[in-house]
């Protein structure tokens, strides 16, 4: 059975003080009310992993994880930080390849593809991001888009590679645009990415593979959306810095 992720973005958002409480509602909200088996994964800026590290230690079910790595090891590389940093810090995980980070700092995907050997050299799971912008969809292009960017980011990996990588399909047209997508389109497009996986590593391997969801995804959406066969969580951006929002995400399966 595929694992069930939900992985909460908190962005550029929360100082120390309002990480602190944030982290500690979640905390205790999940102890307090037990759900299904769900992998959650908290996401905060750099400078929260120390804190967030403390306070989910020991908790069943609550990781921790970075935004970001570098492409490098190390080095002479100001404001980078590392795969071994985050690992370090506690880390299982990392967001590679944000459709913010592929938008605002021109990350191509051949960079994605070095981000993603680097964070599995370090045994962190990569939550590796793809999804079409609204020209790309509105063109009917999308899955050849999206294909594209599996294809040119992730078939170098071996099959025991590729099953320790989280795939996060984000409809970047649905986003702040006012259009909203439908969970038969989440469905949809998590199929076709679960079919392209398996055209390279085959199926056994493709239905081994977490794809969650990282639209708009809501309290009052996640129940329908994570219904769906190939949706197997969500990459929650902005309920995720509401705790009760995000909790309610975590119980949706």
Not at 86 to 109: C, D, K, P, W
Not at 175 to 187: L, M, V, W
Not at 188 to 205: C, D, F, N
């Amino acid at each position: 059975m595929r694992k069930k992720i939900v992985a909460g973005n908190w962005k550029m958002n929360c100082v120390q003080e309002e990480g602190q409480k944030l982290t500690s509602e979640i905390v205790n909200m999940i102890r307090d009310e037990p759900s299904m088996d769900v992998t959650v994964v908290l996401n905060p800026p750099f400078v929260h992993l120390h804190g967030v590290n403390k306070l989910i230690s020991g908790v069943k079910n609550i990781h921790l994880g970075g935004q970001n790595c570098s492409d490098k090891a190390s080095g002479a590389f100001t404001g980078e930080i590392s795969a071994e940093m985050l690992a370090s810090f506690g880390a299982g995980y990392v967001i590679i390849g944000h459709s913010e980070r592929r938008e605002y700092f021109q990350e191509t995907n051949a960079l994605l593809t070095e981000k993603t050997k680097q964070a599995l050299a370090n045994k962190l799971v990569p939550i590796f991001c793809c999804g079409e912008p609204l020209e790309i969809r509105e063109a009917n292009t999308h899955e050849s888009y999206v294909k594209n960017q599996l294809t040119e980011s992730l078939f170098g990996f071996s099959e025991d590679e590729i099953k320790n990588i989280v795939i996060a399909y984000e409809p970047i047209w649905a986003i702040g645009t006012g259009k909203t997508a439908s969970a038969e389109q989440a469905q949809e497009m998590h199929a076709a990415i679960r079919k392209h996986l398996a055209s390279k590593y085959g199926e056994s391997v493709a239905n081994e593979i977490s794809i969650l969801y990282g639209g708009s995804c809501k309290p009052d959406n996640a129940k329908e959306i994570f219904s769906k066969p190939d949706v197997d969580g969500g990459l929650i951006g902005g309920a995720s810095l509401k705790s009760r929002d995000f909790v309610d995400i975590v119980k949706s399966f």
